[in-house]
């Protein structure tokens, strides 16, 4: 089976990416595997999307509830304008999938306040990210490292790393360079392209250019 198959793969590799959505994908020498990475609609926690979705929630249930607002639903009923988050709730629907990953920021900020909601928010985004890292690890014999990618890990390193820490033993790598990055040299291997020293550096230039 796949578990016999890949133990012990001194070429397996693991990136985990978390931005509007999550997964993990594994490079098994020459095989490609994916974990997670279901749809907004089927995965539970590990996104942007998840992260903005629970703020959402919080605020809503605190306000049916007759709660004291936490700081993460005074963070929120200011971003969006309103007195109560339920007043905006077509709105909400309306905007959709990007719309609601947009509030992760908002958890981030209660964060900083040392709001306990947002705090457990993160925490639970982590421990999702880490079981899948982990499952990486057992199942397929992949190496207790992994590259970390997308627009969580890119604007909330520390906190991300630090909370990941608690539920797994894997190394995260965070790189300034874009996903594409990797396809790019893929592709130069796959057509047999000289990959010289200054590869990096040439492709951080032109990268920048073609983003004006």
């Given at each position: ?8 793969n ?35 926690t ?16 605190e ?25 905006h ?21 209660a964060?900083a306040?040392?709001?306990q ?29 992994a ?6 890990f ?9 909370h ?17 990055y ?31």
């Amino acid at each position: 089976d796949s578990a016999n198959l890949f133990a012990m793969n001194e070429d397996a590799h693991m990136a985990v990416i978390c931005g509007t959505g999550s997964v993990v994908y594994l490079k098994l020498g020459d095989v490609y595997k994916r974990i997670g990475g279901w749809g907004y609609l089927l995965d539970h926690t590990g996104s942007a999307y998840d992260i903005g979705n629970a703020a959402l929630r919080v605020a809503l249930h605190e306000e049916d509830f007759a709660e004291n607002p936490s700081a993460l639903s005074q963070i929120l009923r200011k971003r969006l304008g309103v007195s109560s988050v339920w007043e905006h709730i077509s709105d909400i629907y309306n905007g959709g999938k990007a719309y609601i990953a947009s509030f992760a920021s908002a958890v981030f900020e209660a964060y900083a306040l040392g709001d306990q909601k947002a705090v457990q928010i993160v925490d639970d985004t982590a421990k999702h990210l880490a079981a899948l890292l982990n499952a990486g690890i057992s199942v397929y014999g992949a190496k207790p490292t992994a590259i970390a990618s997308g627009g969580i890990f890119e604007h909330y390193t520390d906190i991300m790393v630090a909370h990941m820490k608690k539920h797994t033993d894997t190394q995260l790598f965070i790189t300034n360079l874009p996903p594409i990055y990797g396809a790019c040299r893929r592709a130069c291997s796959l057509a047999n392209q000289n990959i010289t020293e200054d590869f990096t550096s040439n492709f951080t230039k032109s990268y920048g250019e073609l983003k004006k």
